[in-house]
């Protein structure tokens, strides 16, 4: 896995005979820094600019892909003409365009009582927040004494363990637990380039463990972590931070 910067002029020579682009860009920890509560990611004027340039901008299609309601993320990003998939690719929303996995709202009641279990045994516990997310639920323990954070995973593990319908995925300070259906972020970004034509190339910009579904699954376009240094990763390319994805973005822009 290569520094994107560091070969910039190699980047160029692969995107230069497509006409189209697909941006598929994660938002927490990728266009905006990662923050201690949820609530706190709030998208900088400049960038949102950035993105309302990129969707005037015919050559490029810019979904946003997070582990966020589809509801929140259309009230944070706010830019007519995006694509926005939410819950990690089970709600998707764009110009004409509707997706809800079909298995999600039979099980919207059962995450609610999970959510309801998981706050009664974390009442005590005022550095872990229970995210409700209606499909899925985000066990968020950033904020919580660090050496509690086995006896929370494993709180969150046990608990799951009697909802065979549900499974529990590990990310950044944040348990997820999701149904359990072969449908992820790669799928969802797939599904959408297949429904707009398949002539661009996609690039997907993510932070966290959840994007790497879409890195493996994304044999032809550009995959790009966003992390400090270079780690095991099924992307092609890494970049260091938010500031860097904003870089890259105005780079796209100008080329």
């Known amino acids: 896995m290569k520094y994107l910067f560091d070969c910039w002029h190699e980047i160029e020579e692969f995107m230069r005979p497509y006409r189209r682009t697909y941006i598929l860009t994660d938002y927490d920890g990728t266009l905006t820094p990662i923050v201690d509560y949820p609530d706190q990611a709030i998208l900088n004027p400049n960038v949102r600019d950035l993105l309302k340039s990129l969707v005037k901008d015919r050559r490029f299609i810019l979904a946003i892909i997070t582990g966020r309601t589809l ?43 999970i959510c309801n279990d998981m706050k009664s045994k974390f009442e005590s516990n005022h550095g872990v927040i229970v995210e409700d997310k209606g499909m899925t639920a985000s066990i968020h323990y950033r904020m919580a004494p660090k050496n509690m954070t086995g006896e929370i995973k494993k709180v969150v593990r046990n608990t799951v363990r009697s909802y065979e319908d549900f499974e529990i995925r590990h990310g950044k300070m944040v348990v997820e637990i999701r149904p359990k259906v072969l449908w992820d972020k790669g799928d969802a970004v797939l599904w959408l380039v297949r429904k707009l034509g398949e002539d661009g190339i996609p690039i997907y910009i993510g932070d966290d463990k959840t994007d790497e579904d879409a890195f493996r699954k994304i044999d032809r376009g550009l995959t790009i972590l966003v992390s400090k240094r270079r780690r095991h990763s099924n992307a092609r390319y890494y970049l260091k931070s938010a500031e860097d994805v904003h870089e890259f973005l105005y780079r796209l822009l100008d080329f």
């Open 71 to 113: 509801k929140e993320i259309i009230q944070l990003i706010g830019i007519e003409g995006a694509y926005y998939i939410g819950n990690h690719g089970l709600e998707i929303k764009g110009p004409s365009l509707t997706f809800v996995h079909p298995m999600t709202e039979k099980l919207s009641l059962i995450i609610s009582k």
